[in-house]
């Protein structure tokens, strides 16, 4: 079982960074996925969530209107498009996948990505 999240990176405040988390060794397409985020020194934070059928999306307050999350079940990866980013976005990012829907929950996550937005 493997989650692999990559495309973090350093960002200007205003830019946009696309996350990509790529699943393996079990049925990506039957599983809710997410991500959450941890800043240095702070609690882990919810961040979206897609349905395993794509129908049904929600995000953080904090994110909502800026970030969308994506899935293709074909290639096995969930997406996170991230604009107008904000130095307060800065965190690790980690993609996560839950058994259950709306509530979160966090059966399994892989290593993270650094984003990182710089004022």
């Known amino acids: 079982v493997q989650l692999q999240a990559a495309g973090g990176g350093l960002v200007h405040s205003g830019g946009s960074l696309r996350l990509s988390c790529e699943a393996s060794?079990?049925?990506?397409?039957?599983?809710?996925m997410g991500w959450f985020r941890q800043a240095p020194g702070k609690e882990r934070e919810f961040v979206a969530a897609i349905r395993w059928t794509g129908g049904s999306t929600a995000y953080a307050t904090s994110v909502k209107g800026r970030f969308t999350i994506s899935r293709d079940n074909a290639k096995n990866t969930v997406y996170l498009q991230m604009n107008s980013l904000k130095p307060e976005d800065t965190a690790v990012y980690y993609c996560?996948?839950?058994?259950?829907?709306?509530?979160?929950?966090?059966?399994?996550w892989g290593q993270g990505t650094l984003v990182t937005v710089s004022s």
């Open positions: 060794g079990w049925n990506f397409s039957s599983y809710n």
């Open positions: 996560y996948r839950s058994s259950i829907w709306p509530n979160q929950q966090y059966d399994y």
